[in-house]
């Protein structure tokens, strides 16, 4: 089965610190994607990488970035975190191009309190 | 841009019986996929079905099928004789097939009853 891995299930931080969440797939996939999750919107795109050391924007990237270093890994950085961003963080996966009728494959998800 | 709607914030449905959770989208192209995800509380979120939307065959996963309208751009998804595990957040999207990213809906909660 394919693994898509989040490091923190629950992570509690304060207002201005530095938060990384981390994200690992197992299955080879060159795309990768965060979205945040929250009531009443659905899920919105943060950011996403078609290939290593590359990076798209989303809808919402304002107050994030990202970094993908490694193919398996795509690390999703909050540089001074605020309340707003308080939120369900969800890491996804998939095949590339000839792959893009299979849909992602999700990981557990971090829930994120800024205090 | 893709928009995708989901217009039932929440649905519920007796045990044994059969719910519809509507989807429509807007889109320009003609080459795309349409997928329903579940979200069970707590639980990593799941593949349910897929379309394409050069097959006008409606896909079908043993108790989930889809009822799908291009020129319409609704895309239903039906579960028949519903089970309490059914009971989950269901997620619409959309994804082009030249863009690896996918547009979601705001979810349907479905509850369902004993």
């Known amino acids: 089965d394919v693994k898509v891995t989040q490091s923190s299930r629950y992570l509690v931080k304060r207002t201005g610190e530095k938060v990384f969440l981390e994200c690992v797939q197992d299955?080879?996939?060159?795309?990768m994607f965060w979205y945040r999750q929250d009531p009443g919107l659905g899920l919105r795109l943060i950011y996403f990488s078609y290939d290593v050391k590359m990076k798209e924007k989303g809808d919402i990237p304002e107050g994030y970035s990202v970094s993908r270093e490694k193919k398996e890994r795509f690390s999703l950085i909050l540089e001074s975190a605020s309340t707003n961003q308080t939120s369900m963080y969800l890491c996804a996966s998939s095949s590339g191009v000839t792959g893009v009728g299979y849909g992602y494959t999700f990981g557990s998800g971090t829930r994120l309190t800024v205090v | 841009a893709q928009t995708v709607t989901q217009s039932q914030p929440e649905m519920s449905v007796q045990e044994a019986e059969t719910v519809t959770l509507s989807c429509t989208y807007d889109t320009s192209e003609s080459d795309y996929y349409l997928f329903w995800y579940k979200q069970p509380p707590s639980r990593q979120m799941i593949l349910v079905i897929r379309?394409?939307?050069?097959?006008?065959q409606n896909a079908t996963e043993n108790r989930f099928s889809v009822n799908f309208q291009k020129a319409a751009k609704s895309f239903s998804l039906k579960i028949s004789d519903s089970q309490l595990g059914d009971a989950a957040m269901y997620f619409c999207?959309?994804?082009?097939?030249?863009?690896?990213?996918?547009?979601f809906g705001d979810g349907t909660t479905l509850t369902v009853k004993p």
């Open positions: 379309q394409e939307a050069y097959k006008q």
């Open positions: 299955m080879d996939h060159e795309n």
């Open positions: 999207a959309y994804r082009s097939a030249s863009a690896g990213k996918s547009t």
